[in-house]
């Protein structure tokens, strides 16, 4: 019997088969128009930069390769002009160098009749030979074709919304500046996705090529979905999707010291009594306790307790009520949130009641960049609260003693901060040195190199730059806060002897207190007759302080002396 505390396994395990867990393998492929020598060179680099990412962040995914637009002549594994380069299959080494050896090779396609519906069928045709659980089917069309042959626009048409039924995605990369969709490609779209491509697909150079392949790419896969509750019967479904969460290193594994494959870890839960074994999912219990008795649950009871009674159907989120922005502390941060989106599909209408509580809400003022790409999704921010037996009162304002400060330092500063401030700052342009250093290691280690990548450190501030920068302000900061001669760098100089005030040396302290103690300790043994038992030390230095000669004396003459100064006294 297990004990019922918080559980981070649990909860994974019994989302499994909740609609709020909804995962798969994501299929992608990427068609290559071969027809343009330079084009497909770049969407051969951008698959290779693909497949070096799908390594270590989706290695379950498949991805594939297809080139069309060939001599069906040239080449007897060729089918109507296409080219399967990689077939659909889980990212690994040996396909990152077969497309180096590609790139590097440099020579060009003998090129033929260009049938895109073709290559389309060859792609579908991969899809359907993939078995298991499949969460996306997407194929990214590199092309520079503004249309294909009259021949083929129905075919084409026809083959889109096969694609729709079959829950395959398409997304279009030109491989030209000055593409335009309206010939075909804004209606075949339009029937392949259910929507038109609201993004700007013009290219200037390369690298904005490389940028909308990572946009098209990216992994937007709902982690489930879940009904809105507003009472009255208004219940529209909404889809939620994670935020950018942080990125650590890939877990290690074990592997076998013979074969070196992965060894897998099963657990095993056995009955003491009669050592049969037990399903943890129906024969394990769980317990609380409570006024110090156990109180049993059973697995059913449990996953009725954490949907409270309620069925799948009727599950939800109970909208309560709605509270003010300022309500929300950054001090009520317990996790990195959700975004929810409207799923029109499963049930229409959510899109209209999500859309009217935003401009409600929000008043929603959209915003756009350059790319096209939205700067503010149009949906809501699912925010996680602490329990109110997790909050505590943190003092904002420490009583503690501040320098003040003068007004001339405080400009000084400001000139400083303002100076070292950076320009169109982006998040994404800093990359993890510590996760770069082990992707090149792992990297030159599963592709048999000796040299390993070099990479740049962008977190290390350019001193070189700053420096010329605070040529100036930093020598009036430094005039402003600190004395004429400071060196930062110098070590302290030792501590002064004391002096009195005349500025000679302070007498000796402990021998003025030890020399007092003497002469009581003094008085105690007259009085107890015990003088003999004391040292000539002892004995020579309280007759001195009272003024008596000792010259060549022996201890007997102290002795007497010292009586006899007491009996005067």
């Known amino acids: 019997m297990d004990r019922w505390d918080e559980e981070d396994d649990f909860d994974e395990q019994n989302l499994g088969n909740s609609p709020w867990n909804q995962g798969g393998k994501d299929l992608m492929i990427f068609l290559v128009d071969a027809t343009n020598f330079e ?32 001599d069906p002549d040239s080449d007897q594994n060729k089918l109507s002009g296409t080219k399967i380069l990689l077939p659909l ?54 092309t520079d074709k503004e249309a294909p042959l009259d021949e083929e626009r129905k075919r084409l048409l026809k083959k889109a919304e096969d694609f729709n039924n079959t829950d395959i995605s398409v997304d279009l990369i030109p491989l030209k500046s000055d593409f ?166 499963e049930v229409v209408g959510s899109l209209k009641v999500m859309s009217s509580l935003l401009i409600k809400c929000l008043e929603k003022e959209e915003e756009t960049r350059e790319d096209g790409a939205q700067e503010i999704p149009p949906g809501f921010h699912l925010a996680y609260l602490p329990f109110s037996d997790d909050l505590r009162n943190v003092p904002t304002r420490l009583d503690c003693n501040k320098s003040r400060v003068l007004p001339e330092q405080l400009e000084a500063g400001k000139k400083v901060i303002h100076k070292l401030r950076l320009k169109n700052y982006n998040s994404e342009a800093f990359a993890n040195p510590e996760l770069q250093a082990h992707y090149c290691l792992v990297e030159s280690l599963a592709l048999n190199r ?53 500025g000679k040396d302070k007498p000796d302290d402990a021998k003025k207190a030890k020399t007092d103690l003497e002469v009581l300790d003094m008085d105690s043994s007259i009085r107890g ?7 000539v030390d002892v004995l020579k230095n309280f007759l001195v302080a009272k003024g008596v000669t000792i010259s060549h004396k022996r201890k007997a003459d102290l002795v007497r002396l010292v009586y006899e100064y007491h009996s005067q006294s």
């Open 89 to 142: 299959n889980p990212a690994e080494p040996d396909n990152i160098l077969q497309l180096e050896e590609e790139i590097e090779s440099g020579s060009a396609y003998p090129t033929g009749k260009v049938l895109l519906n073709d290559a389309f069928w060859q792609c579908q045709s991969m899809f359907d030979d993939v078995s298991g659980k499949v969460g996306s089917k997407r194929i990214l069309l590199f």
């Open 180 to 345: 335009d969709m309206k010939p075909f490609f804004a209606d075949f779209l339009v029937r392949a996705n259910n929507e038109a491509s609201s993004e700007d697909l013009s290219l200037t150079s390369p690298d904005d090529l490389m940028k909308i392949v990572r946009r098209k790419i990216h992994r937007k896969r709902k982690l489930g979905s879940i009904y809105l509750d507003f009472g009255g019967g208004l219940r529209p479904k909404v889809s939620f999707y994670n935020f950018i969460g942080r990125s650590n290193k890939p877990p290690r594994v074990y592997l076998s010291k013979d074969t070196n494959t992965e060894v897998a870890i099963s657990r095993k839960y056995m009955n003491p009594d009669n050592g049969q074994e037990l399903n943890s999912a129906l024969d394990i219990n769980k317990y609380q306790e409570y006024g110090g008795r156990k109180v049993v649950f059973t697995p059913d009871e449990v996953k009725m307790i954490t949907k409270m009674g309620i069925s799948s159907e009727k599950s939800g989120l109970r909208i309560l009520g709605f509270r003010p922005l300022s309500s929300l502390k950054w001090s009520h941060f317990v996790r990195s949130g959700t975004f929810i989106y409207p799923e029109e599909e």
């Open 39 to 70: 084009g497909a060179s770049l969407a051969l680099k951008c698959a290779h930069s693909t497949l070096r990412t799908l390594i270590w962040k989706s290695s379950m995914d498949l991805f594939g390769l297809v080139l069309y637009g060939l």
């Open 450 to 502: 000796d040299d390993v990548e070099d990479f740049v450190d962008t977190t290390l501030p350019p001193q070189d730059v700053i420096q010329k920068k605070l040529e100036v302000v930093s020598k009036e900061f430094n005039e402003a806060v600190y004395p004429d001669g400071y060196d930062p760098d110098a070590k302290p100089p030792p501590p002064s002897k004391r002096k009195d005030i005349q």
């Open 529 to 535: 007759k015990s003088v003999e038992k004391l040292t």
